[in-house]
């Protein structure tokens, strides 16, 4: 089949889809798109650490992830190490863990002492950690105490 061919079997596909009214990107795709992560924001309890590890992340690393089509998501730290997410291109990148340790590592501990390692994280532990966090801020804000577990 030569390309004369397949551009009105394409070009068919593009229009039925738009047609379709479905949306384009995921909520995910469309922030990676537009480059907005709410994860590096400051929040109520963050530390002057925490806060310094968001903004390597949000103004160093992560636009040199985005230029390869990847990206970085704070989710937590703890003890010195920091929780992170890796997406896009990263996620898959069989070089993924090189890009952890020697550049995300390496950079995170020498501009913060604090930090001792960057550890990546799966999905499902990322949406554990975040779903705990939401629930503490809930508990927070409406002034009562969190149930810890037993």
């Not at 992340?57 to 920091?82: E, K, Q, S």
């Not at 993924?96 to 604090?114: A, C, Q």
Request: hydrophobic share 40%.
């Amino acid at each position: 089949m030569d390309w004369g061919d397949l551009i009105p079997l394409v070009n068919e596909c593009i229009i039925e889809f738009a047609e379709s009214k479905q949306n384009v990107l995921s909520a995910a795709g469309e922030e990676m798109l537009l480059g907005y992560n709410d994860d590096t924001e400051p929040e109520e309890g963050d530390d002057e650490v925490v806060l310094a590890v968001k903004e390597l992340l949000a103004t160093r690393i992560r636009p040199m992830l985005r230029a390869d089509g990847g990206n970085v998501r704070y989710i937590d730290m703890d003890d010195g190490t920091v929780f992170l997410l890796l997406e896009g291109a990263c996620k898959s990148c069989p070089s993924s863990h090189i890009t952890l340790k020697s550049g995300i590592e390496r950079m995170l501990m020498h501009w913060i002492p604090e930090v001792v390692e960057a550890q990546e994280i799966s999905d499902e532990v990322a949406s554990d950690i975040l779903a705990e966090k939401k629930l503490r801020k809930e508990y927070r804000e409406r002034g009562e105490p969190y149930p810890e577990a037993l």
